[in-house]
């Protein structure tokens, strides 16, 4: 029946109309899942009972009488998988650290209840980079995920599992996080769409946190109108998380086909410097093209302060996380490693349970954070920030979106840049200035280079999605659909 094809969008729709039980699209995925994790290596825990308990309420439950009980069909009995990141009540929710190893959630995440209640299975928890911190997945301490392309290679990070999967064909769509582009560069690797909403626009109760003013959780798919249906279910004001906006959640999809005459695209002329990689411009160029013959005009814009961009989001994002990482000290959360003294407690624990790069983060947060330094790092970082975001206001003034690359290469060998960290860091500088300004963005599918893929970004206003996903579906139609590969 080769369901595991198909788009959620359209399994939605054949479960709707009875061609399908969600059970039958749980197994199959399940089934593919067992066949091809040993090879791709995209799951931290795999639901098997569970997903297909749900499955099974849900069919009971898939008729006109009982079907009201739920929010919205849009997504009704169709599998999708969570970043172990995201909580869920009496699953395992490690963060692939091995200080959370046997940590399960104790509550939904506001996501997850959402996702519940509009009828939706939870297959398993994609693995990650530990703590989302990463760029190719190599950091995640449970294992390595490859990617479907190319299987010695990264499919980016950090949410690389959640990516790997829907590329792989494991699960049809996956919720990822996204501090610094950790759903946009896996997808632009994988050749599938992500978004990063707007900060506020998507609750982050539940969310294990990082950078608590950049995190958002977004999604992962093989189609904008698989995304625009997750985000209406997801996304919303939550008095949970008083970060949420109160601002209404358009209709998606009702917008998604409009006619893109005279959209104003703006192409920040600090993205495309002689730096960039000439097959990766090439691509862009011509998206660039085809949008342009679907009646998009396009204008040059100035992001200036894109120069400061990493090294502002590694003080900012890294002081966050030395805070928010506190917590796990073998006492409140994480595995107890020694009951000698509490000094030694603490210790061991940390240093046994964080991996290289978390520890890193640590040090550099705290270093940024403490008293000498404070003003020369954290505090000067905030004041950038605000020019970067006031670069991005303005340039949305003059234009519709900006249109930019998302990775400057394409998936990279594994092993390849591991051992060097600003390597690693100076990959982000398409997407973190994003998440300091808040805005939304999403990266969909363009081309290939030397049969990997390369995705561009679309960023929007503030609370525009409904514009990204209307431009990302306009543009899938020009580019035509993706043949994932075989396995
Ligand atoms: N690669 C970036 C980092 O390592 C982004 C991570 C993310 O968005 N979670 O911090």
């Excluded at 002689?274 to 160029?285: A, G, P, R």
């Amino acid at each position: 029946m080769s369901l595991y094809r198909k788009t959620a969008s359209e399994i939605a729709e054949m479960i709707k109309n009875k061609e399908v039980t969600s059970e039958e699209v749980t197994r199959e995925f399940l089934q593919r899942i067992d066949s091809l994790e040993d090879k791709i290596g995209v799951f931290s825990s795999i639901l098997h009972e569970k997903s297909l308990e749900s499955a099974k309420k849900y069919d009971n439950d898939n008729n006109e009488d009982k079907r009201k009980d739920y929010d919205n069909k849009l997504l009704f009995g169709v599998p999708v998988a969570l970043k172990d990141n995201i909580l869920s009540k009496g699953d395992l929710t490690t963060a692939s650290s091995q200080i959370l190893k046997n940590y399960e959630g104790v509550y939904d995440a506001t996501v997850v209840e959402r996702l519940k209640k509009a009828g939706v299975p939870i297959i398993g928890k994609a693995n990650m980079d530990e703590f989302a911190m990463g760029s190719s997945n190599e950091n995640s301490s449970i294992k390595p995920a490859s990617n479907p392309w190319a299987l010695d290679r990264v499919p980016g990070g950090s949410s690389g599992g959640s990516a790997a999967a829907v590329a792989a064909q494991m699960v049809p769509i996956a919720l990822g996080t996204d501090t610094g582009g950790s759903i946009r560069q896996p997808a632009s690797l994988t050749g599938t769409v992500g978004i990063k909403p707007t900060y506020g626009r998507v609750s982050r109760y539940g969310l294990m946190a990082f950078g608590s003013s950049l995190d958002q959780i977004g999604a992962l798919a093989k189609s904008t109108e698989d995304l625009a249906r997750i985000m209406q279910i997801i996304s919303g004001h939550d008095e949970k998380d008083p970060t949420t906006a109160e601002v209404e959640v358009p209709d998606y999809l009702k917008s998604l086909n409009n006619d893109l005459k005279g959209l104003k695209i703006g192409l920040p002329k600090e993205y495309f410097t002689e730096d960039l990689d000439k097959d990766i411009k090439e691509v862009v160029d011509k998206a660039v093209a085809q949008l342009k013959e679907l009646g998009a005009e396009v204008k040059e814009v100035s992001l200036p302060y894109t120069k400061y961009a990493i090294s502002t989001y590694y003080i900012i994002s890294s002081a966050e996380a030395a805070s928010n990482l506190s917590r796990y000290d073998g006492v409140r959360y994480g595995v107890r490693k020694s009951d000698e003294n509490i000094e030694e407690m603490y210790v061991k624990s940390r240093s046994e349970g964080f991996g290289p790069e978390v520890k890193r983060r640590i040090m550099i947060g705290n270093y940024v954070l403490s008293s000498g330094f404070y003003d020369a790092y954290y505090k000067k970082a905030s004041q950038v920030r605000r020019l970067i975001k006031e670069d991005f206001e303005k340039a949305l003034n003059e234009v519709d979106i900006i249109l930019t690359p998302v990775s400057p290469t394409t998936a990279f060998k594994k092993g390849e840049k591991v051992t060097d960290p600003v390597q690693m860091y100076l990959g982000d500088i398409f997407t973190v200035s994003i998440n300091m300004a808040g805005v939304p963005a999403i990266s969909v599918p363009a081309g290939f280079v030397n049969g990997l893929p390369v995705g561009i970004q679309l960023i929007g206003n503030y609370f525009r999605e409904d514009l990204l996903f209307n431009v990302s579906h306009k543009f899938e139609e020009a580019r035509g659909k993706i043949e994932y590969p075989e396995l």
